[in-house]
């Protein structure tokens, strides 16, 4: 670590982390809900837990991010953090924050109330105040970052870093647009939803993987810089218009399934693009970093994303499928395959990466964290499988068969079964990660002879960092 | 580790011109495209509706766009020799024709919903805004573009505007025959 004020990082990966078990423990009871639909249903009604495990996704994923910004942003600007007061501040915002949503949702005491109630529009249930500090966090963590960058070195990294912040809070604050037209609340809820994992997240994603391209492959900056660019063009040029798939049946002019359609369809081509990146960077440079587990979730990251956001997303964007596949498990497939490639595995490849060097050690558990990658990743596709199949037959039953909603959700039953099975996979991969990370061996494992070798003779070899 | 020389450093103008020109083709190649799959569906309709459509005003915009991306070519090859005021003229000219082009654009708007087509009209009437309405707003961006580079008058800048320009004038000259002419 060369900065003190990258510490930060540390204390916002550690509250992610926590959202992140907790997330994929609400999963796991939804799971079984589908399996055995009275499971809860008193205490922990399915649309609350439903709730929290969306909210708690994606401030978590949120909180990575900031994470990540705090550790790499002194790094490329080559100077401390503006104000590790500030970053605390929002931090406790955010906490405080996240505690009053999980109590007003599993309490309901405000029903209705215009700053304390919740909202019920899907991810931005949040109630109004939290929504204030929400974005009051936002303003100073912009605040606090771009002092940061303006007053230190400027690289492609954090310009674009920078780009995809700003973007996403301003975004954000069409989540207090909510017109009662309920054609025009879906069209300003989307601005937030698809903008965000589609435009300003993208940024976000393609910056974070070039730093890390950088420092496991030892890269020339130019190159990565180069690629960058290119990404984040097709990344915007595609993905603003590209709102219009989720135009298609809301009440928005005919047109739009065509710009739609059009537009989403090359979104395809920043996640195709990303995963080329990722994997021509590492076939051109150095292969010898020790944060092997690393390296692994940033390939991980764009390889799933590419599949997750580009192949299962282009599944079901042209108008004509998705007439057919609107809101089926097809989609819930495409969220989860999407989100966990692109945002969850960026988050766990960059913590993979910061928390030794955070921790002032060599890379630890490295074997572990692998294993607790294949675990996790296989699980969340063998679930994105079942889901895909669930969602065909659903999509013949009900759209083409014309059979009545519930019918055909009893004959999909052996579909929901096998997701909890996959679910139970993830769910172990997850506690097996944050077992690697968070308690360090005792153990110092030597360089082997091979790694020892290099050390004493190649001068360009870096050892652990 | 020294990069090799990559065949990104070969184009003209700046590589992001380039992104940019390839994703416009393929948008503007997806909506032509569409349009023929959906017109096989309903010739007669399509055949119909193309009847209201000012062919002899798209003709001379096709000329005049064309003229324009001449003239920018000699504004950017002269920019290159050195020739800045020369340069600054054709590209003046190639910016005064893209706005005589979106004047005769806008009457044929103004006449068609004065005759009470929109763009829900018919499907053809649909791709035909969507795709000469989202040409268009190429043309407005490259009357602010071409002044910009040339009032800098930098070789580099030029060619990429220049590029630019004539990326606008191709798909027109796609546009035109598939939507105005094609039986
Ligand atoms: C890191 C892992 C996970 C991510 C990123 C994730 C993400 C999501 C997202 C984005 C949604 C909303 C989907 C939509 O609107 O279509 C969702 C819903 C859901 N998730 Fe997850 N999830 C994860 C893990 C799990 C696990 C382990 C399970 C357990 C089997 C699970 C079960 C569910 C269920 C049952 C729903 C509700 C679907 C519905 O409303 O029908 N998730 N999840
Ligand atoms: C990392 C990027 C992405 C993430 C995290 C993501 C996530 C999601 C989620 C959670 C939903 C469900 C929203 C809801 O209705 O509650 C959704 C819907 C959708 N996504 Fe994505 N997505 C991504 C990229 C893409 C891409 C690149 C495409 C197209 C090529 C795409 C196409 C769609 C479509 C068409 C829908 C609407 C499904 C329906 O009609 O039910 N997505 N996405
Ligand atoms: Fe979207």
């Given amino acids: 670590m060369k900065y003190q004020s990258q510490k930060i990082a540390l204390a916002y990966f550690l509250v992610a982390m926590a959202l992140f078990a907790v997330q994929v423990t609400l999963g796991l009871v939804m799971g079984w809900v589908y399996v055995d639909g009275n499971f809860l249903s008193e205490i922990l009604p399915f649309n609350i837990a439903r709730m929290l495990h969306t909210n708690s996704l994606i401030v978590w994923l949120l909180l990575g991010f900031f994470g990540a910004a705090y550790y790499l942003i002194p790094e490329e600007a080559e100077r401390e953090i503006h104000s590790t007061k500030l970053a605390w501040l929002q931090l406790a915002i955010f906490v405080l924050g996240t505690a009053g949503v999980v109590v007003t949702y599993l309490f309901n005491l405000f029903e209705g109330n215009f700053l304390l109630g919740k909202e019920g529009r899907e991810f931005l249930e949040q109630p109004k105040w939290v929504k204030a500090g929400i974005v009051v966090a936002a303003l100073i963590f912009l605040y606090n970052v771009s002092m940061t960058v303006l007053a230190g070195r400027k690289t492609a990294i954090t310009n674009i870093l920078l780009l995809g912040l700003w973007g996403l809070s301003l975004l954000f604050l069409f989540a207090f647009v909510n017109p009662s037209n309920l054609a025009l609340d879906k069209m300003y809820w989307w601005y937030v939803v698809h903008l965000w994992v589609e435009g300003t997240w993208e940024l976000v994603m393609a910056s974070i993987l070039a730093f890390l391209m950088l420092k496991l492959t030892g890269v020339d900056r130019e190159v990565v810089e180069k690629w960058l660019y290119v990404i984040v063009a097709a990344a915007l040029f595609s993905g603003i218009l590209g709102t219009g798939h989720h135009y298609y049946w809301i009440g928005t002019p005919g047109y739009w399934q065509w710009i739609g359609s059009i537009f989403s369809s090359l979104e395809v081509v920043p996640f195709f693009a990303m995963m080329a990146f990722a994997f021509v960077m590492v076939w051109k440079g150095r292969r010898d970093h020790p944060n092997k587990a690393a390296l692994l979730w940033s390939l991980g990251c764009a390889t799933l994303a590419f599949f997750g956001a580009g192949v299962w997303g282009f599944l079901h964007t042209l108008h004509g499928v998705n007439y057919y596949t609107h809101g089926t498990q097809i989609t819930a497939a495409h969220g989860h395959l999407a989100f966990f490639g692109a945002y969850v595995s960026?988050?766990?490849?960059?913590?993979?990466?910061?928390?030794?060097?955070?921790?002032?050690?060599?890379?630890?558990?490295?074997?572990?964290?692998?294993?607790?990658?294949?675990?996790?990743?296989?699980?969340?596709?063998?679930?994105?499988?079942?889901?895909?199949?669930?969602?065909?037959?659903?999509?013949?039953?009900?759209?083409?068969?014309?059979?009545?909603?519930?019918?055909?959700?009893?004959?999909?039953?052996?579909?929901?079964?096998?997701?909890?099975?996959?679910?139970?996979?993830?769910?172990?991969?997850?506690?097996?990660?944050?077992?690697?990370?968070?308690?360090?061996?005792?153990?110092?494992?030597?360089?082997?002879?091979?790694?020892?070798?290099?050390?004493?003779?190649?001068?360009?070899?870096?050892?652990?960092? | 580790m020294a990069e090799a020389r990559s065949a990104f450093d070969d184009l003209p103008g700046d590589l992001m011109i380039w992104v940019l020109i390839v994703s416009e083709l393929l948008v503007f190649g997806a909506g032509l495209a569409a349009f023929l799959g959906v017109r096989i569906t309903d010739p007669a309709g399509f055949a119909a509706a193309q009847d209201h459509l000012h062919r002899a005003a798209a003709g001379v915009n096709t000329v005049v766009l064309v003229t324009s991306g001449w003239l920018a070519a000699l504004g950017a090859q002269a920019v290159e020799a050195g020739r800045l005021g020369r340069g600054r003229r054709f590209l003046a000219g190639a910016t005064v024709l893209g706005a005589l082009f979106l004047a005769i654009k806008a009457a044929e708007y103004g006449d068609m919903a004065a005759a009470g087509i929109g763009i829900e009209t018919h499907a053809f009437f649909t791709f035909y805004y969507l795709v000469t309405g989202f040409h268009a707003a190429h043309v407005a961006a490259g009357i602010v573009v071409l002044p910009l580079v040339a009032a800098r008058a930098r070789a580099r800048e030029v060619e990429a505007g220049v590029a630019f320009w004539h990326m606008v004038d191709l798909v027109w000259v796609l546009v035109f025959p598939v939507l105005y002419l094609l039986r």
């Fill in chain 1, 346 to 465: 960026l988050n766990l490849a960059i913590i993979s990466y910061a928390m030794p060097v955070l921790k002032g050690r060599d890379p630890y558990n490295q074997v572990l964290n692998m294993a607790s990658f294949w675990l996790m990743s296989g699980g969340m596709v063998f679930m994105t499988f079942t889901l895909t199949f669930a969602g065909t037959v659903q999509t013949h039953l009900q759209r083409v068969n014309g059979e009545a909603f519930m019918d055909v959700q009893d004959q999909l039953w052996i579909f929901y079964a096998m997701r909890f099975g996959s679910g139970v996979a993830v769910v172990l991969g997850v506690a097996l990660f944050l077992y690697a990370i968070l308690v360090p061996g005792k153990e110092i494992i030597e360089p082997g002879p091979l790694e020892q070798d290099r050390i004493a003779h190649d001068p360009d070899h870096v050892a652990a960092e």
